[in-house]
């Protein structure tokens, strides 16, 4: 099986959806793989309501350099700080070349601020690999907006 864009989102769905609702509670699930030149070299998800992002989460047990890595989110990054610095400026500092991201996010909060914070750094940006999925797989999170 050829690995693509697709490949590597449905990876990043199954990690979003071992989330529980009981644990997320207000906060989408959402799953993250990083990938470089066709291997993943990190992964992980949201585990509940005030714990790390995906973004983070992949990436907290491993000391690889995820430079010029493509991630996959199935959520679009979060441009505001919060408990933690934004996803977005975790991948901006990563040095990541591509973010293929599932759907952007509802929150007006956010209101595409990850994708132009991403595209602004100059890192490339592909949005909706798989949307319906998670639209699905979030359903209660997207219908708050």
């Known amino acids: 099986m050829e690995k693509n864009d697709a ?3 449905e990876r990043a769905f199954m990690l979003a959806a071992q989330a529980k609702d009981e644990d997320v509670l207000i906060n989408p699930k959402v799953g993250a793989v990083y990938v470089k ?8 998800y949201h585990r509940g309501f005030g714990q790390l992002h995906a973004e983070y989460d992949a990436l907290k047990d491993t000391n690889l350099s995820v430079e010029g890595a493509t991630v996959y989110v199935t959520l679009e990054p979060c441009a505001h700080d919060d408990l933690y610095p934004s996803c977005t400026k975790l991948l901006i500092e990563k040095n990541v070349k591509r973010v293929v991201i599932a759907s952007l996010d509802p929150n007006p909060i956010e209101d595409g601020d990850g994708v132009a ?7 490339a940006v592909t949005t909706g690999v798989l949307s319906e999925k998670n639209k699905a797989l979030n359903a209660a999170y997207f219908g708050r907006f």
């Open 37 to 44: 030149d066709g291997h993943i070299l990190a992964e992980g």
């Open 7 to 9: 490949y590597f989102m």
């Open 117 to 123: 914070a991403l595209s602004a750094a100059g890192i």
